[in-house]
Every structure is written in structure tokens, then in C-alpha cells.
């Protein structure tokens, strides 16, 4: 849900104005045990989707929340950075999966075409294509490739 629906945006916005990116998305667990993600209305959509991403991945890895931080008058909880850098891998795995990735880099897509196709944002693409190894993949192929075609013609 927004987290419009639980504080005012103008909050929200001053927040944002404090630090750009002091709140990104949370998981709050409802007191019947379900999970609820809270994102920031105030991302860009691709964004938006990434921290929903992350936050799902810290969701089904199980991860336990452990530090309380204070922005201004607001308190967030955070999780140990090996769990932030395992959410935001297996987010970005959700978000672009190896071989829709391959695919789509054999097909000569860009980065750009990646994140408006796949309805995240150029920087998640960008991150997937370089921490997956597909540009390296698909860039030696099509060196391989011209190298045959070299030698036969
Ligand atoms: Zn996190």
C-alpha cells in the first residue's frame, strides 16, 4: 500500500525534502501475522517497483528487522547490511530474471528498452545486465560470430 494511506503525503514530502532517500518501502506485519508493504508514492514507478521487489525478497528470505533509525521525528526499521545487499539481489533477480535478461540482449534491446518492456527502471536493467554476466555472454557470441564470419569471407 502507499504510504499516503497512513500519513499524509505532505509528510511524506517533507521527509523526502530532508533526505532524498530516507524512505524507499517497509514491511509492517499486521497483527493476524500478514505482511503489508509500504512504498514511497513519491518514487518514480520503476523505482517503486524495485523497492517492492526488495522488500518481497526480504519477505521470502525470512530476514529478521533489527535496527531502529531516526529521520527528523520518524523511526525506521532497518535490516544488517548483508541482508540489504541479499534483498537487493534476489529483488533485482525478480524484477529481471538471467534469461528473460538473455533473451532480451540477444534480441539487441537496450537498457532503456529493458526497463520500459519490463516495467522497472534503467537502473535496475543496467545492474542486471552487468551482475548476471548476459552482456558478456551475449558480447562473446557476437564476437565469436564475427570472427566466422571474418575467416569465411
Ligand atoms: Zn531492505
Not at 42 to 54: E, K, M, P, V, Y
Not at 106 to 134: C, D, H, W
Request: glycine letters at 8%; proline letters at 3%.
Amino acid at each position: 500500500m502507499s504510504a499516503a494511506q497512513l500519513v499524509p503525503i505532505e509528510r511524506l514530502e517533507e521527509l523526502q525534502h530532508l533526505q532524498d532517500d530516507a524512505f524507499s518501502a517497509a514491511t509492517l506485519r499486521r497483527r493476524d501475522g500478514r505482511r503489508v508493504v509500504v512504498f514511497n508514492p513519491l518514487h518514480a514507478d520503476g523505482r517503486t517497483r524495485s523497492n517492492q521487489a526488495h522488500e518481497l525478497a526480504h519477505i521470502v528470505l525470512q530476514h529478521t528487522l533489527r535496527t531502529i533509525e531516526n529521520v527528523g521525528s520518524m523511526s525506521f526499521v532497518t535490516c544488517d547490511i548483508d541482508q540489504e545487499e541479499e534483498a537487493d539481489w534476489l529483488g533485482g533477480c525478480l524484477l529481471l530474471p538471467r534469461p528473460i535478461l538473455l533473451r532480451a540482449a540477444k534480441r539487441g534491446e537496450s537498457q532503456q528498452q529493458i526497463a520500459e518492456g519490463y516495467q522497472t527502471s534503467e537502473p535496475m536493467a543496467r545492474f542486471r545486465l552487468n551482475a548476471s554476466g548476459v552482456l558478456v555472454q551475449v558480447g562473446r557470441a557476437k564476437a565469436a560470430r564475427q570472427r566466422q564470419t571474418g575467416r569465411s569471407g
